[in-house]
């Protein structure tokens, strides 16, 4: 699927939680905001509250380690030394407590969890919790029913091998556990907890690292995998094991996470972990904040009517034992991201009027004019004085009479192998869009009135570079009501170096699972529209 360029307004990015210590596990629904945090000396569970008095409190605290926390409105499950803690924060009382640790406990040959096997990775939703026991290699999944009576049981390997172990990467949504299953290679699996059925349906195959799931009509998933020769991948899938949709983007991609049509994961391609989000039902991609820093995706939350909402935890120097809470917020009302395109940047207000008379235009910018009018340069290298990822700023003035700013993005490179470059957040070239002989791209883009954002981040060999200048281009063609021609972004062409001429060759891309890019097979020009699905 290629990217969805045709609403590209400007999300924000913030840092929420800073300072000593390190901070971690951050989970959100609606305005709260779960995270572990060793500032005290040990890990406690403390409450973030977006707009609330005080923002921050402790819920989990004291002596010993309280880490790993999830939250479903105001149920808690979090771990501790005996194990999961399942807790309603608002009120303090505790539903589900995990029993003693015996210092000598017994096997018990009826589970495969044992006492003595140690907990991680509880997911909590309105009806349950789910966990991991085990070490990697030996896993399996724990589930606890406690809307009404205290439930508790295992879930095995259902691939059928007897006595086999890893079942991992549990996601919960109502009644509904995915997993992972080791047992036979990676597959992906569905249980149903309500009482009386328990059916555990199989997804789909392959090699799996990562699951989540959630409902958009009906229960869906989004899987991280790599197969049929690609590496690993996010798609989606319905509980019937069809695949609905995939993003191909060169690299691996890991940690899904799913919230109604939004999905959220983290790209590898350039070398570090960086938070990408995709709205699966239109193809569009958003990078919260490209960035040299390693970003470690622990949740997604879509509130009804306001905005997509991201959290995750960011290793802004560098360290792992100093990550700060980074929560990314994106508006989205009534099924729209306001803005898209029209030029009208509030859903309930009639459209605009209608412009006045045209006027003479410039001709259309073109990347070798002699003197263009370059409204932001972004300078990114693995050489001195070069970023590896930056962010510019730029005005955006419109031209008289149109509601945005049509803009020509000249990207020159070289020695880059992977990248992402965005135009307010959305991505308008990706990993696929580089390799060693790519020096040169175009891309036509619009940017919205006001203050606009270039951004990007590179991997590639000591000595590569890149430089993507941002050019007015209000002499484009424009329709009757004043906006760029066409619903999205237009990438033009891409030159080799060792050719010098206009080629479409590159690796990776959309369903191809090889070498061969979604540019693959035009010898000369290539002109390539993204628009909605």
């Known amino acids: 699927m ?49 707009g609330g008095d005080p923002l921050i409190r ?14 479903n409105q105001t149920t808690l499950a979090y771990r501790v030394a005996d194990g999961i803690v ?43 919790a789910t966990w991991e026991c085990g070490r990697p290699g030996a896993r399996n999944i724990e589930v606890a029913r406690y809307a009404g009576r205290l439930e508790e049981y295992e879930l095995t390997s259902p691939a059928g091998v007897a006595g086999a172990g890893d079942q991992f990467g549990a996601a919960a949504f109502e009644q509904y556990v995915a997993f992972v299953d080791g047992a036979d290679g990676g597959s992906v699996w569905l249980h149903d907890t309500t009482p009386g059925s328990r059916e555990t349906r199989f997804v ?64 590898l391609s350039t070398g570090r972990s960086q938070v990408v989000l995709w709205q699966w039902t239109t193809g569009l991609v958003f990078v919260p904040h490209p960035s040299a820093s390693n970003q470690t995706l622990n949740d997604l939350g879509v509130v009804a009517g306001a905005e997509v909402r991201v959290v995750f935890a960011d290793d802004v120097d560098g360290s792992l034992g100093n990550r700060d809470i980074a929560l990314y917020r ?23 009027p209608p412009p006045p008379p045209p006027v003479v235009r410039p001709a259309p910018a073109r990347c070798d004019d002699a003197d263009p009018t370059v409204l932001g340069t972004l300078e990114l290298g ?37 990248g992402w470059v965005t135009l307010d957040d959305a991505a308008i070239a990706s990993p696929a869009d580089f390799n060693a002989e790519v020096t040169h791209l175009e891309v036509r883009a619009v ?21 993507a200048r941002v050019l007015a ?39 191809t699972g090889g070498a061969a890019g979604p540019l693959a097979g035009l010898a000369l020009l290539l002109a390539l529209r993204l628009r909605r699905r």
């Not at 991948?233 to 060169?250: H, P, Y």
């Not at 009479?401 to 993005?409: I, K, R, S, T």
């Open 204 to 267: 789909c195959d392959g090699r799996a690292t990562g699951v989540a799931v959630g409902a958009l009509g009906g229960t869906v998933l989004a899987v991280t995998r790599a197969s049929n020769g690609h590496d690993a991948d996010v798609e989606i899938w319905d509980a019937e094991g069809q695949l609905v949709t995939s993003l191909r983007v060169d690299g691996v991609q890991q940690n899904p996470h799913l919230s109604g049509d939004w999905a959220a994961f983290e790209d």
């Open 447 to 467: 940017a919205e009135a006001g203050a606009a954002r270039i951004a990007g981040t590179i991997a590639g060999k000591p000595g590569s570079w890149l430089v």
């Open 382 to 418: 693995r050489e001195p004085a070069r970023p590896l990822a930056a962010a510019v700023s730029f005005d955006a003035t419109p031209f008289p009479g149109d509601a945005d700013l049509p803009v020509l993005v000249c990207i020159d490179s070289s020695r880059v192998t992977a």
């Open 473 to 511: 281009d209000p002499g484009r063609t424009m329709t009757a009501a004043g906006s760029p021609a066409g619903p999205g972004t237009t990438l033009l062409a891409r030159a080799a170096a060792s050719a010098g001429s206009l080629h479409g060759a590159g690796a990776g891309g959309c369903g």
């Open 86 to 128: 399942l807790a309603n924060w608002e009120f303090g009382n505790v539903l589900r407590a995990p029993p003693a640790r015996d210092p000598a406990p017994a096997f018990d040959p009826s589970r495969q969890c044992q006492a003595f096997d140690p907990v991680s990775q509880p997911v909590v939703t309105s009806v349950l």
């Open 2 to 50: 290629p990217f969805d360029t045709s609403a590209k307004p400007s999300g924000a990015y913030s840092r929420i939680v800073q300072g000593d210590g390190d901070q971690t596990d951050p989970s959100i629904d609606a305005q709260f905001i779960v995270y572990a945090s060793n500032a005290s000396g040990n890990w406690d569970v403390l409450l973030y509250t977006i």
């Open 330 to 352: 994106l508006a989205y009302v009534n099924g729209a991201i306001p803005d898209d395109g029209t030029g009208n940047g509030d859903p309930w207000l009639p459209p605009p």
């Open 58 to 71: 402790v819920v989990a605290g004291g002596p010993g380690d309280q880490d790993q926390p999830d939250v």
